[in-house]
């Protein structure tokens, strides 16, 4: 009896050894699929619905539309259908698609900066759950730091998957700095070496200098300027030169402090020696003038860079293009202060309304991950800036063109160091502010009368919201590594 107890011990232990060496050898192949793959293999469960995906309009919807969309339908058999609307109107839509519980999208591109105000009105769920579900946080602990540590969460759970890198960069005339009569002249003149400016007394010193020598032919830089791309110009200047926009304890607005005014008053000298018609120039002018050679200095987006060099040079989508004349003259740098605004930018998130949750989590993280996203990024039409560490040291991104290497070193650089919109209840509101300020300058009014007004109308905003509310949101945003120049 004893030896039959031996046996079956032997045989019992033997049966389960094969069982559990099944389970770990299933368990190392799930522990080796890429986030990519796992969201791929749960999401074939939900084969034959479909997913609105709400994007901005323009080029950012050829992403899901010609690229990501029909590939992950062929993974999963899970349709993408875009819905597209212009920036200025996509918070608005969200949130009376979330009042009239319509149910339109399941996948949100969000604003960061707005991120706070759709978790208060619960338009977007917490991703926390099918984050660890689906084995995704370490893999988001690879995204650059200014975007995962900022535009992330809200009151410490996570809402968006930051997926857009976007951050201002200054994109130079190498040929016109590098020119052995200009560097000796600008020295004899101002003592310094002509180099990208690192001040913005630098910047209109350069910059005037080769107005002086060189207009109308060329301008010592060409801005953003009209106001809807202006005040980020405000917000990251404002903050470079020390200034903060309340009293953390009192929520009284303080953006009409002397350092407020003191910028005001310079980026309207600045004006002179730009181009004329200055104030009217938005993203396509300042665009144009780059690649045509008509300003030696400007300010942008990412796009910029990678487009004045000629990558994607004859896509159907980017032939609206000018020619470029500048594609092996142009040298990129962080603006002045180090600490480039990040102005824009988006994050993925899940809309509350969505009878499909779990369905537009997987899309999201598939896009999101490492190998999708970096597909992703360098699409020449699709305007996904890195937002990766891996996307930064990408061999075949670095590839891309002569000196896409020091195009993709620059944005890690501010992907380090970029400073975050101001975040608030309501900022459409506090945006429109300063929006209405930078006419007002442009036309010629008393700064300091049109700061004291903008503080005035942002009190007025924060009584009626209310005082304790604005301020945990404020807190919670200027606590965040980026807020403000360390």
Not at 200 to 214: L, P, V
Not at 286 to 291: C, H, K, R
Not at 320 to 343: C, F, H, N, Q, R
């Amino acid at each position: 009896m004893k030896k039959y107890w031996v046996v079956l011990f032997v045989v019992m232990v033997s049966i389960t050894g094969v069982f559990a060496g099944g389970q770990i050898e299933q368990s190392a192949a799930a522990s080796t699929q890429s986030a990519a793959e796992r969201a791929v293999e749960a999401a074939k469960k939900y084969s034959g619905i479909t997913l609105n995906v709400f994007y901005e309009a323009g080029l950012q919807p050829l992403d899901p539309k010609k690229f990501t969309g029909p590939m992950w339908e062929k993974l999963t058999g899970i349709k993408i259908n875009v819905i597209e609307s212009p920036l200025s109107e996509m918070f608005t839509k969200v949130i009376q698609a979330h009042r009239a519980g319509s149910g339109a999208y399941d996948v949100i591109n969000v604003v960061p900066n707005q991120m706070p105000d759709m978790v208060q009105a619960g338009a977007i769920i917490p991703l926390d759950d099918l984050v660890d579900k689906y084995d995704y946080r370490e893999e988001l602990q690879k995204i650059a730091p200014v975007y995962r540590d900022n535009q992330m969460k809200v009151n410490g759970k996570i809402y968006g998957l930051p997926d857009d890198g976007d951050t201002l960069v200054l994109y130079y005339r190498k040929d016109v700095f590098e020119d052995p009569e200009n560097q000796a002249e600008f020295k004899a003149k101002h003592g310094y070496n002509l180099a990208p400016p690192k001040t913005w007394k630098q910047f209109s010193e350069i910059g005037q200098f080769i107005t002086d020598k060189y207009a109308p032919k060329m301008y010592g830089a060409g801005m953003l300027r009209q106001p809807g791309n202006a005040q980020y110009m405000v917000q990251e200047r404002f903050r470079v030169e020390g200034g903060k926009f309340f009293d953390p304890e009192t929520m009284k607005a303080t953006i009409n402090s002397p350092i407020g005014v003191k910028v005001f008053d310079e980026m309207r000298e600045e004006n002179k020696f730009m181009p004329p018609g200055i104030e009217q120039w938005g993203f396509i002018e300042a665009f144009n003038a780059a690649l045509s050679g008509q300003i030696a200095m400007t300010i942008s987006w990412p796009p910029v860079g990678r487009w004045a060099a000629g990558y994607g040079k004859g896509t159907e989508a980017l032939n609206w293009i000018p020619e470029t004349k500048v594609a092996d003259k142009i040298g990129y740098a962080l603006p002045p202060g180090g600490t480039p605004e990040l102005a824009v930018g988006f994050s993925f998130a899940v809309a509350s309304g969505s009878k499909h949750k779990e369905a537009a989590y997987l899309f999201i993280q598939w896009m999101n991950s490492e190998e999708i996203s970096l597909q992703r990024v360098q699409l020449p039409y699709a305007l996904r800036d890195p937002f990766r560490s891996s996307h930064f040291e990408s061999a075949e991104y670095r590839s891309r063109w002569s000196n896409a290497g020091e195009y993709l070193d620059t944005l890690k650089a501010g992907a380090e160091t970029g400073l975050l919109d101001l975040s608030l209840i309501q900022i459409d509101r506090y945006e429109e502010g300063i929006r209405q300020a930078v006419t007002r300058l442009w036309a010629g009014d008393d700064s300091k009368t049109i700061l004291d007004d903008l503080a005035a109308q942002w009190d007025k905003l924060t009584q009626r919201i209310g005082v304790e509310k604005q301020k945990a949101v404020y807190k919670d945003w200027a606590s965040k590594p980026n807020a403000y120049p360390n």
